[in-house]
């Protein structure tokens, strides 16, 4: 494993550190020299450029961060047909040398995290730590997988020969062509996560990244070769996901799919990619997260936890805090404190060491912040925020203030995911009342907990509908999991799975169970 350094994690609460901050700037200037150039798509290692470019802007400030061929469906079925055509020998390769492969990009992953960090924080707007967390993370899933590879011996197992003797065993195959659709949000660690464990599997890939951190996806690509994974074995597929996207989920030829993102595009593929016969389908979908605070809560704690996982990267992570049922008798001091906090989240250039808030990823997350302000302002109260910013250095971006709101509990704002900085609160009367309405969602991916009561934490801990949940932690009331640590994915319209990334039985989802009977006699 590379040297690992000053290493970050979402729970890292600060950096002042002035060997980081002084690497992430020298990783600023390296990212800045990408800037502004075309790139083409590859198929089978051939670079094309489909039916032409498009621009892919900062929204920091407007910036070109490059131009980007836009793939055609001819390009996704010639990718699908190498993949197609390589999977035999990739699959049949020792597992130990697809982990040794996989382990190198680690490696590559984590000697060139400034400027991967840097690179990302340009593209889609995060701050350092929270970019850098990004990066590492992406290093730490590949090198989960591969130890999960190895862990469980390339999962051979042997079985109990019955009758005549001879070698009686159970292998996890892989499928195929694997496809890996990755959002905008984790542009790398949810391209680099899925599409190692298909690899370690010994499926071969088709990546199509999501068009906004389009960049971070090529840099992942251009690891993957440059630490051994044959040209034919993975392939980059820039374009828009109404033509790139659904032709690889209408292939035939491909085996599985690994989709994260939206609940409505996840839900369509889930539909969708099954035709002729079973196939799985990974879907990793929204969030509307709720946290509850109760009047046995630290409220430094929580106040702390629900604001970075309300703001961190301006809402725009799945896990993000969205709603928090407080006990009405420490309603006013929580919100209170939380205002505070709140206010003090300095808001600007993400590139910059003490910026916390970045800008929003695009003009349509602005219009989705500006509806819910315009609710609340309608319907409710707008305790701290509710406005664009656009003056001075905001100008030519997509900045708009972190807002705490309370609105009536059947607005739509409860309910559906804005993926923007704004934040619902509301008092509850009885513990019971408040895991009812956390629960009252289509969706189940993480949830918080605020009470030094064990009697409390027994009763959420066993009633909460959600795939990750955490009590009592200041470092995120429901963000920053982490590879080994917590295992990521969610219930309901989550996921469609029940198993985690990150966790112990993420891998096996990429092989299906072959038992071989060999007799010797
Ligand atoms: P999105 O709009 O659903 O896009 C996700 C990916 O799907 C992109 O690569 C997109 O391509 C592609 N796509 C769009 N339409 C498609 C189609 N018809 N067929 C196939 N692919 C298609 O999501 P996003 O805005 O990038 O990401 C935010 C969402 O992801 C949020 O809902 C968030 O909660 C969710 N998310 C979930 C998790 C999790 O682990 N559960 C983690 C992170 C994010 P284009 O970009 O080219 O349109």
């Not at 290692?45 to 498009?54: D, H, K, L, P, V």
């Not at 660690?189 to 971070?216: I, Q, R, Y």
Request: proline residues 5%; charged residues 25%; glycine residues 10%.
């Amino acid at each position: 494993m590379a040297e690992q350094g000053f290493r970050i994690t979402y729970a890292t609460m600060s950096a002042d550190n002035e060997e980081l901050h002084r690497l992430y700037d020298q990783g600023i200037e390296t990212a800045r020299s990408w800037l502004g150039k075309e790139h083409p798509l590859y198929v089978n290692g051939e670079a094309r450029e489909g039916s032409g470019y498009r621009d892919t802007l900062s929204p920091i400030d407007g910036t070109l961060i490059g131009r980007f061929a836009q793939g055609t469906r001819e390009d996704v079925r010639d990718a699908i047909a190498a993949a197609k055509a390589a999977a035999a020998s990739w699959g049949n390769r020792p597992w130990q040398e697809r982990v040794a492969i996989v382990r190198r990009a680690a490696d590559l992953i984590t000697e060139r995290r400034y400027e991967l960090a840097a690179l990302m924080a340009m593209e889609v707007g995060k701050n350092r730590l929270e970019a850098l967390g990004d990066v590492e993370e992406s290093a730490d899933l590949l090198r989960w997988n591969a130890n999960e590879m190895e862990k469980h011996d390339g999962f051979r197992t042997e079985m109990q020969p019955l009758g005549s003797p001879g070698e009686y065993y159970d292998v996890l195959r892989p499928y195929g062509v694997w496809a890996v659709i990755s959002p905008f949000n984790f542009p790398m660690a949810l391209a680099a996560g899925p599409s190692s464990a298909a690899l370690v599997a010994g499926n071969t890939v088709v990546f199509k990244p999501a068009h906004l951190g389009v960049f971070t996806g090529l840099k992942l690509y251009e690891i993957y070769m440059e630490a051994g994974v044959p040209k034919d074995v993975f392939h980059f597929l820039s374009g828009p996901g109404s033509v790139v996207g659904d032709e690889i989920v209408n292939h035939p030829d491909v085996g599985g799919i690994t989709f994260t993102g939206s609940y409505e595009v996840g839900m369509s593929i889930y539909r969708s990619f099954a035709k002729d016969y079973p196939k799985p389908v990974i879907c990793e979908m929204g969030g509307k997260n709720p946290t509850i605070v109760s009047d046995k809560a630290d409220l430094d704690k929580a106040t702390d936890g629900v604001m970075r996982s309300a703001f961190g990267f301006g809402g725009q992570k799945c896990s993000a805090c969205s709603r928090v049922y407080i006990q009405r008798s420490v309603y006013d001091a929580f919100v209170q404190q939380l205002k505070e906090k709140t206010e003090k989240i300095k808001v600007g250039n993400p590139l910059e060491r003490d910026v916390y808030l970045g800008p929003v990823i695009d003009e349509n997350a602005v219009a989705t912040f500006e509806e819910a302000a315009a609710e609340a302002r309608k319907n409710g109260t707008i305790i701290t925020g509710g406005e664009r910013l656009t003056e001075g250095e905001f100008a030519k971006g997509t900045y708009v203030q972190p807002t705490i709101a309370e609105v009536p509990e059947d607005s739509w704002v409860w309910k559906k995911e804005l993926f923007v900085p704004f934040v619902v609160v509301a008092p509850y009367d009885t513990l019971e009342e408040a895991i009812a309405k956390a629960n009252d969602t289509q969706y189940g991916l993480t949830a918080g907990f605020y009470s030094e009561d064990r009697a409390e934490i027994d009763l959420w801990l066993n009633s909460i509908e959600a795939g990750v949940i955490y009590v009592n932690r200041r470092a995120g009331a429901t963000t920053g999991a982490w590879p080994g640590v917590q295992p990521f994915g969610g219930w309901k319209g989550s996921g469609t799975t029940g198993k985690a990334g990150g966790g112990p039985y993420y891998v096996q989802q990429y092989m299906r169970e072959q038992s071989r009977t060999v007799i010797e006699e």
